[in-house]
């Protein structure tokens, strides 16, 4: 008996639109409509406009700050699942409070297992998120996690620049890993810069461990946060004899003086995809798109498709 798809559909969260909306259009079908309806204690309500019922509900909603993004995905999971979808899924692109993946000092909270908790209490049967910032975050879910890999993003762009001296780099020892694997795509050698904390945002010293002299730097990390760290292991590549050096990031956070950070620092470009959308533009940023990926990824959920096959470059 030949599979039975069903009709599949594609709502925005408020966070999230023109991701949203990129995706449909790659996918091939026109956004759903959902209302977000608000109070005027700030107090707001989704609602979905057209009927739901039988269908697999695919609901796109970054998680980043402020925390009415994620309370928006989980009222509209609630309004998805009274409204009778056959299958829900959220397809976070930026998966919120996943820094606090464990226990790193006493009497924390572990926010990116509380994400887990209340998205599935909220009633959604699979996540789809790219490049969370610790792998191990998949084990938080007890229902099946689509972990996409932007590196089949940046990789071509990468390629494109044909830098003749290619080396990868960390920008801290905790993503050694991210960097190796990033590395095994052009055969490269893999740099890290050692940094020490005062604390949260807050560097107090740094040193690479390999020589980066001559060499064309990639600084590789997932999330670009205040931007400190970059620019200061930028700034310490160069001074150690790099030719040049740019950095990817798929998350582009960018909170406080981020923007002046960038523009005031030794990179060449910052290279981040748009899970997030920019507060504002810079000429040293370059936005790649995730569109077709998530197109890709939700069409082979949908048609019981490998979504590993989407990793290759």
Do not use: W
């Not at 998805?80 to 790193?104: C, E, F, M, N």
């Not at 950070?261 to 981040?272: G, Q």
């Not at 959308?277 to 197109?295: E, H």
């Amino acid at each position: 008996m030949p599979l039975q798809f069903n009709p599949v559909k594609i709502f925005a969260g408020t966070g999230t639109k023109d991701l949203a909306k990129q995706i449909a259009d790659a996918y091939g079908k026109p956004l759903g409509d959902v209302t977000l309806s608000r109070f005027s204690d700030g107090e707001f309500q989704p609602s979905f406009d057209e009927s739901i019922r039988g269908c697999d509900v695919f609901l796109v909603q970054s998680t980043y700050q402020p925390s009415d993004n994620l309370m928006e995905l989980l009222l509209m999971v609630d309004a998805a699942r009274r409204a009778s979808a056959h299958y829900i899924t959220a397809v976070v692109p930026y998966y919120g409070l996943a820094r606090q993946d464990r226990k790193d000092k006493p009497r924390v909270a572990i926010g990116a297992k509380l994400v887990a908790n209340l998205l599935k209490a909220a009633g959604i049967h699979r996540i789809m998120t790219m490049d969370l910032h610790a792998a191990q975050i998949q084990g938080f879910f007890d229902i099946p996690v689509d972990h996409l890999d932007g590196s089949v993003i940046f990789v071509p762009y990468i390629k494109s620049l044909g830098l003749e001296n290619l080396t990868i780099a960390s920008p801290d020892m905790g993503g050694s890993y991210r960097a190796r694997t990033f590395a095994k795509f052009f055969n490269a050698e893999v740099v890290i810069c050692d940094k020490r904390r005062k604390r949260a945002n807050e560097i107090e010293s740094m040193s690479i461990i390999g020589d980066v002299t001559g060499q064309d730097i990639v600084l590789i990390d997932d999330i670009c946060d205040t931007a400190g760290t970059l620019a200061k292991a930028a700034a310490l590549i160069m001074d150690n004899g790099a030719k040049s050096v740019r950095a990817v990031c798929t998350h582009p956070v960018l909170s406080g003086k981020a923007y002046e950070t960038i523009e005031n620092s030794v990179l060449e470009e910052l290279i981040v995809t748009d899970t997030i959308p920019l507060k504002q533009q810079s000429d040293k940023i370059r936005v790649l798109s995730t569109a077709k990926l998530f197109a890709k990824a939700i069409a082979n959920v949908n048609e019981h498709g490998s979504i590993s096959d989407l990793f290759r470059v």
